[in-house]
T-cell receptor, first 111, second 112 residues
Framework: EAQVTQNPRYLITVTGKKLTVTCSQNMNHEYMSWYRQDPGLGLRQIYYSMNVEVTDKGDVPEGYKVSRKEKRNFPLILESPSPNQTSLYFCASSFPRGEQYFGPGTRLTVT | SQQGEEDPQALSIQEGENATMNCSYK?????LQWYRQNSGRGLVHLILIRSNEREKHSGRLRVTLDTSKKSSSLLITASRAADTASYFCATEKIQGAQKLVFGQGTRLTINP
């Protein structure tokens, strides 16, 4: 089944404790992206990747890192999480200029 | 930055009625996409319409695009309770890196 998977689905952590949210797709998509969704602010892009080893900042990259060492994986790294990073996070993938397939989301709470 | 803005923000109709949602954007686009999101879950792609297209259909969905007015509409005919969800339009720039910019969404409620 074609899908985008994210782990974990739910995470509660404390300020400053490094964490990684994994994202994997099995559709051989070149393009992958991370979004955060907050009430009243909609979806905002954090980082995206056009292909392996090619990443770039989206609209709200501060406090986040990404890497793209393999085509299928695009982990999101929070080196020192803060409460303002409490949000619902989505990973998505697509072929170039195509429809995006979204993962189920990761609900992160930073206390 | 360009952004799709949906109108209305919320819409409540009776089952069986048609639902129309509108999206406006600011700059030239390569394509416009509509997505559905059930509460707290991942977004599901509905339709992609390219800048040289004016109308597309998919089942009970009809999307129109007017590039001269920089607007699009999503029509859901014969609505069902299962259509209750938030609907987002997203625009992709005509040049540069592939990037979707999402609007705030329309919250659609279908009453049985």
């Amino acid at each position: 089944e074609a899908q985008v998977t994210q782990n974990p689905r739910y995470l509660i952590t404390v300020t400053g404790k490094k964490l990684t949210v994994t994202c994997s797709q099995n559709m051989n998509h070149e393009y992958m992206s991370w979004y955060r969704q907050d009430p009243g602010l909609g979806l905002r892009q954090i980082y995206y990747s056009m292909n392996v080893e090619v990443t770039d900042k989206g609209d709200v990259p501060e406090g986040y890192k990404v890497s793209r060492k393999e085509k299928r994986n695009f982990p999101l790294i929070l080196e020192s999480p803060s409460p303002n990073q409490t949000s619902l996070y989505f990973c998505a993938s697509s072929f170039p200029r195509g429809e995006q397939y979204f993962g189920p989301g990761t609900r992160l709470t930073v206390t | 930055s360009q952004q799709g803005e949906e109108d209305p923000q919320a819409l409540s109709i009776q089952e069986g009625e048609n639902a129309t949602m509108n999206c406006s954007y600011k700059t030239s686009i390569n394509n416009l996409q509509w997505y559905r999101q059930n509460s707290g879950r991942g977004l599901v792609h509905l339709i992609l319409i390219r800048s040289n297209e004016r109308e597309k259909h998919s089942g009970r969905l009809r999307v129109t695009l007017d590039t001269s007015k920089k607007s699009s509409s999503l029509l859901i005919t014969a609505s069902r309770a299962a259509d209750t969800a938030s609907y987002f339009c997203a625009t992709e720039k005509i040049q540069g890196a592939q990037k979707l910019v999402f609007g705030q969404g329309t919250r659609l409620t279908i009453n049985p």
